[in-house]
């Protein structure tokens, strides 16, 4: 599985990007899907993840701004970000786990919220 993602940018506080992230190879083995982020100087925190009996699960500081999703063809996963704060300033990486276990990583995509 190869995971490639884009989307990120320069936004402003209060504004909206939409994250995306392309899997290719044995997509169909994918049972997890997440979206981690990585601040300056900070770990790598899970944002949000998606199973595939469709039940979702976010952090606390993104609950209710964020949503996670994948297209039918599942192709993408997608992470909708709504009212974006400056401490939602990180890399995004998109990581999948597959059937047996296996996870794999995306090479991030920079989010910049200014004030």
């Known amino acids: 599985v190869q995971l490639q993602a884009f989307g990120g940018g320069l936004v402003q506080a209060g504004g909206s990007l939409r994250l995306s992230c392309k899997v290719t190879?044995?997509?169909?083995?994918?049972?997890?899907r997440r979206w981690y982020r990585q601040a300056p100087g900070g770990q790598r925190e899970l944002v949000a993840s998606l199973s595939e009996d469709g039940r979702s699960e976010y952090a606390d500081s993104v609950q209710g701004r964020f949503t996670v999703s994948r297209d039918n063809a599942k192709i993408y996963i997608y992470l909708q970000m709504e009212s974006l704060k400056p401490e939602d300033t990180a890399v995004y990486f998109c990581n999948v786990e597959d059937r047996w276990m296996k996870t794999y990583w995306g090479q991030g995509t920079q989010v910049t919220v200014s004030s």
């Open positions: 190879g044995s997509r169909n083995s994918v049972a997890v």
